[in-house]
């Protein structure tokens, strides 16, 4: 059977079941669970240190109001973050690679950001999408501008992830299979294909952390707006 670059970013079935939700919550067996003995070992150490480093860059720009999204932010900041580094293990899928699963993590944290600056303050919300200043020409196409920069904001966080974690993909898997259909003919290009592959599944590990991190940065700057 013939299949398409594309076919590994369909969600894999078993007995006409979706496995999408298992390889979505099988991260989460990986982590070492808490326990309230004093000395730990080093797994649950080097955990302990990555959440707090997590939460204290996402918290800093953040006043105290905006601490309540600690929990929030930090749990979705570590599970894109190992759903991102499990999917370049191979034979692996990665949802995170789905448009529909990313918008469904990005849209309800962007609105309740909104609706949290309407409730709060609803004058300093709404004067975001008017500028100070504006000449009364300009002041229609302006709101229309700014509420249309508005509501994308989902979409391009969603989009963002998607394609560069899908760009990752696809050039890990084009050049594995020119690795692979090289190396009978002329190995020597082969083994330097391989090299490159190498370089860049360290370049998409990288990529992989950098997406997660700006993913939950942005919802902190969107919720900065509106506390």
Do not use: C
């Not at 991260?27 to 004093?38: E, Q």
């Amino acid at each position: 059977m013939n299949l398409s670059f594309f076919d590994q970013f369909s969600s894999p079935y078993l007995l006409g079941i979706p496995l999408i939700l298992i390889s979505m919550t099988f991260p989460a067996l990986l982590l070492p669970s808490p326990s309230n003995r004093w000395v730990t070992d080093r797994l649950s150490t080097l955990q302990l240190w990555l959440i707090n480093l997590i939460t204290k860059q996402l918290m800093t720009p953040l006043n105290k109001k905006g601490h309540k999204w600690a929990l929030i932010l930090t749990s979705l900041m570590v599970f894109l973050l190992t759903i991102n580094l499990l999917g370049l293990l191979p034979y692996t899928f990665t949802p995170t690679t789905q448009l529909s699963m990313n918008l469904a993590l990005a849209f309800p944290l962007w609105l309740a950001t909104l609706l949290t600056g309407l409730r709060n303050q609803p004058s300093t919300s709404l004067g975001h999408l008017l500028p100070e200043g504006t000449p009364t020409l300009l002041i229609p196409a302006l709101i229309m501008i700014e509420t249309t920069s508005l509501l994308i904001r989902p979409l391009a966080l969603g989009v963002r992830l998607t394609a560069n974690l899908t760009a990752g993909h696809l050039l890990i898997q084009l050049i594995s299979t020119a690795t692979v259909a090289l190396y009978s003919t002329m190995p020597a290009v082969s083994l330097l294909t391989l090299l490159i592959l190498f370089l860049l599944t360290i370049l998409e590990a990288a990529v992989a952390m950098i997406q997660a991190y700006v993913f939950v940065l942005l919802l902190s700057l969107y919720l900065q707006e509106n506390i």
